[in-house]
Structure formats: structure tokens, C-alpha cells
């Protein structure tokens, strides 16, 4: 019940964070009751181009610290809670995974490490692929794992970021998108 609350409380509040964020607007929320088709939980508008978001929570189960590195390391949930069909050159998939491509930032709170509404960032096309035998190599590709890691306070290990307007460079490079 407590990571439901958190999930429901990390919402609202990276609403109102990127809200303040300048060059961010008409941040909308998603029908989280039909996921069928639509794999985000937020987006918005950042220099003209809206940008897609899947928000997921630090698993704390998995929080741990690194003596050697100093750093505070954990897991961070990248799959959905329902499954959905889907077709693979006539082979029908039922899975929890998402796609590469889905959405195009993951984003979870680093309330777990900090204590604070903070967020960290990371590119969907950064983000590790499924690497397990349950499907043919040619249609595994295209899954994300159902993972990604993260450390503390050196998040560039694993791809993370908290500068939102670095990751929208990127992100903005990767879709061949101006800056206005």
C-alpha cells in the first residue's frame, strides 16, 4: 500500500515540479485506467515539441549502498503494471514491457535518496533492452527491461540525469527537433 501512496503522491508532485520549470507548459495527465494503447503518464510541452513521460518509482526493496563507490544504489521499475497484446509480424505477444519508443523520458523520484522532490531523467532509446529467452532475439530488441538501475549521488552511471533541460538537449538531438 505504501509504494501505491508514493506512486499517487510522486504524480502530483513532478506536476507541480516541472510546472515550474521554465520553458515547460500544458503538462497534461493521462487516463491511467486504458493502457492499451497509451504507455505515458504525463506530458507536456517543451519549446514547441511535446514530450512524452513514463514515471516509475525506486523500487526501496532494492536500495542499497556501495561502500567502494560511496554511493547509494538501487532499481527502478520500467514495465507496466497491465499487459497488452502485441504483434509482432503475425505472432501475438501478451507482455508488461514496454517499448522502445513508448514514451520518450523515464522519470523517477529521488525522494527515496534525498528526501526531496527531486527528479532524475533518462532517455527511452538509453534505456536497456530485454535480455531474456522468453522471446525470439528479433522481437526481444524492441522490449526495455523491466529495470534500470541508478546510483546516488553520481546518477550519470546508468544514463540518469536531474538537469531536465540537459536531457531535453539530448532528447531534442535524438528526434532531429529545433530548439525555438
Request: aromatic letters at 12%; a negative charge; charged letters at 30%.
Amino acid at each position: 500500500m505504501r509504494g501505491i501512496v508514493l506512486g499517487f503522491v510522486s504524480e502530483v508532485m513532478f506536476t507541480k515540479h516541472v510546472e515550474s520549470i521554465d520553458g515547460i507548459e500544458d503538462v497534461r495527465k493521462h487516463d491511467d485506467h486504458d493502457r492499451s494503447k497509451n504507455k505515458i503518464d504525463r506530458d507536456f510541452l517543451y519549446r514547441g515539441q511535446r514530450v512524452t513521460v513514463q514515471l516509475k518509482s525506486i523500487q526501496t526493496n532494492s536500495l542499497g549502498f556501495h561502500d567502494e563507490e560511496e554511493v547509494i544504489y538501487a532499481d527502478v521499475q520500467n514495465d507496466a503494471s497491465d499487459s497488452r497484446r502485441l504483434n509482432f509480424n503475425g505472432k501475438e505477444i501478451t507482455t508488461v514491457n514496454y517499448l522502445r519508443g513508448d514514451y520518450d523520458l523515464l522519470c523517477t523520484p529521488l525522494y527515496p535518496f534525498t528526501g526531496e522532490w527531486d527528479f532524475a531523467y533518462k532517455l527511452n532509446s538509453s534505456c536497456q533492452t530485454w535480455r531474456s529467452q522468453k522471446y525470439p532475439p528479433e522481437i526481444a530488441e524492441h522490449f526495455l527491461h523491466g529495470t534500470e538501475k541508478i546510483t546516488f549521488p553520481n546518477l550519470d552511471k546508468f544514463g540518469w540525469t536531474s538537469d531536465i533541460h540537459h536531457v531535453m538537449k539530448l532528447l531534442f538531438q535524438e528526434k532531429g527537433w529545433v530548439m525555438s
